[in-house]
């Protein structure tokens, strides 16, 4: 099973960006698709962005498209999502899931997730 550690998060104002990154080890993330996550205080987990093993389908949020973008690099087995023009309803804590093979965008369709990373926005 993959491993999945989560960095980039932090305190940022509205309209500004972060870049979050996913490092994986135990398995190359070549035979995943990744997916970013997020859960805010009191509320559920919801899908933010995916994207296939190869890096060719994106699929994203309504509420993140045209503002974060997700990414790949499989030689460095490192997933990223950029984030720009940052909101206060973005603060949450993000996390970085993998499932193998094909595409996904429910939560319970991952198996391996990472611990987490605070994304705060003030307006």
């Known amino acids: 099973q993959v491993q999945l550690v989560e960095s980039g998060g932090g305190l940022v104002q509205a309209g500004g960006s972060l870049r979050l990154s996913c490092a994986a080890s135990?398995?190359?993330?070549?035979?995943?698709?990744m997916g970013w996550f997020r859960q805010a205080p009191g509320k559920e987990r919801e899908f933010v962005a995916a994207?296939?093993?190869?890096?060719?389908?994106?699929y994203y949020a309504d509420s993140v498209k045209a503002r974060f973008t997700i990414s790949r690099d499989n030689a460095k087995n490192t997933v990223y999502l950029q984030m720009n023009g940052l909101k206060p309803e973005d603060t949450a804590v993000y996390y970085c899931?993998?499932?193998?093979?094909?595409?996904?965008?429910?939560?319970?369709?991952?198996?391996?997730w990472g611990q987490g990373t605070q994304v705060t926005v003030s307006s």
């Open positions: 994207i296939s093993r190869g890096g060719f389908d994106v």
């Open positions: 135990g398995h190359t993330t070549s035979s995943y698709a």
């Open positions: 899931a993998a499932r193998p093979y094909t595409i996904a965008t429910m939560a319970q369709h991952f198996g391996s």
